[in-house]
């Protein structure tokens, strides 16, 4: 096992490194002299001399690209312009929100998307299969924003229950908070929810077809046995992955939900930096989330091996 | 009607009513697409002679939505073209030829991969520039790794099936082999995967011009009618309802049509 872990550490290693690369290359097609860009109209000339000098950008392309690999790698992401500060004390500081909103969103997505998953695959070819591959379809093609928008018209404009936008206030209690993460956490939601209802109605229908369920079937147990003990147990395998995947989505995804309901998370701060052309701060915050994305799915890989006998087996003798 | 399953003929009949609305939104539109009516401004559906109610500029709804077609089949069918030509040329050479090839292209394929899809797409805007053309090219370029993904695979499965063995011996070169039986063969996985990204291409433009990167006012986007739209989410609700509709209308054409195709032509991936 330790093996296994340790393979799919060093196989993260060239994946970073093409990572970096990539937001290095993605920043060099700014148009125009990026020490120009990134330090605004108004600035000096003098200036953006000592600025090109300061990040290397009158070497060549190479030198500039290790001098970048250098400092990201002592976790120096640079500073940001319009807010005169480190871009990840930034991050660091906005992260909390948006971690909260796509955790409660995968909550969701878990809570509603397996069940419907499993029912729909008991119930082949009925209506329930019908009706949850439809709202499955439903989840995966509706634009995420857009249901924001709807929730908050509904539920906060028309029946005023939840509050539409911002962060709730710790000092009004608890609920306050909670509430105002309802409606961003559903419309986040929507997406994976559809995503995982689908992913578990297929790989359920696959296992129920499988020889093993036919010869607990024949051995006379109980249904609900075979179901809870055979069946799901394997089918649920599969969709650890998938949960993994749709995490990094959801931080992703966050960009647009914090931005309906003016939640001040990583999205928010993203979008701003766009606006007013912060690119040190879209850099940041491009490297980070693909950073967090990458080790979130090496974290579902190492579970899912410990889970899965079949890679555990492998990896047993050595 | 063998080869046809209902949900291809769904997903294929609001896909025409769209490419329908798209080429004869002149004549469709029931004003003109810019015009603005000023005594009836935030007109709520049915008022005033608009069927789907006015915009914030007293634009008509209805209109503005038809055209939108336009701007989101365009994006679609440009953007794909981009990932599906790039990512199955990619796809091809590393899967056929293999080796040092193979390594490089796929560990360039799978950084690309590690960037959540939106997130991608959002900062080659923000480098790029706002605009209809950078945001075909933007979406059209993040499809490319999955492409190549997808189509790698796809040539793996058959590159040592029999028939291709058989040409080989029989000393075909490598560029016969690739246009005679890989690509045929690998067809109907590129129709099922080009169809599923098209809707993931409407729903990123929509996104990129809900986020004002995409395309810019005055042209009527889906995308950009929300951006306006969510400003009066209390005033004029309707403003925000009718684009997210279409929207989420012709994802569902395209993620139906996508379904149904996988069932028709790759029985494989079934269930």
Known sequence: MAKYILKRFVQVIPTLFFVILTVFLIMKLIPGDPAMVLLGPQARAEDIVRFRQQLGLDKPILVQFVIYLKRVLTGDLGRSLIYRQDVLTLILERLPT?????????????????????????????????????????????????????????????????????????????????????????????????????????????????????????KG???????????????????ITVIGLQLGNLLAGAVLTETVFALPGLGKLMVDGIFRRDYMLVQGEVLFTAIVYIFVNLMVDIIYAFINPKIRQLYRSV | MKFLNKQVIFGLVIICVNIFSAIFAPIIATHPVDDMDFLNIFAKPNEGGHILGTDDYGRDIFSRLVYGSRVSLMVGIVAVSIGALIGTFLGVISGYFGGFVDALIMRFVDALLSFPYVLLAIAMMAVLGAGLFNAMLAIGIVMVPSFARVMRSAVMN?????????ARSMGASDLWIIFQHILPNITPVLIVY??????GAVISEATLSFLGLGIQPPTPSWGSMLSEAKNYLQTAPHMAIFPGLAILITCLGFNILGDGLRDLLDPRLKK
């Open chain 2, 158 to 166: 058959i590159k040592n099936e029999e028939f291709v063995l058989a």
């Open chain 1, 98 to 218: 948006t971690v909260t909103l796509s955790l409660s969103a995968l909550f969701i997505a878990l809570v509603i998307g397996i069940p419907l998953g499993i029912v729909a695959a008991m119930k082949h070819n009925s209506f329930v299969d019908l009706l949850v591959t439809i709202l499955a379809l439903i989840g995966i093609s509706i634009p995420i924003f857009w249901f924001g928008m709807i929730l908050i018209i509904v539920f906060s404009l028309k029946l005023g229950w939840l509050p539409a936008v911002g962060l709730g206030d710790i000092s009004k209690g608890l609920w306050d908070v909670v509430s105002h993460f309802i409606l961003p956490s559903l419309a986040l939601g929507i997406l994976s929810t559809g995503t995982i209802a689908r992913f578990t109605r297929s790989s359920m229908l696959e296992v129920l077809n499988q020889d093993y369920i036919r010869t607990a079937y024949a």
């Open chain 1, 221 to 239: 147990l109980k249904k609900t046995l075979i179901l809870y003990r055979h069946a799901l147990k394997n089918a649920l395998i599969p969709v």
């Open chain 2, 194 to 199: 080009a169809s599923l990204n098209f809707a």
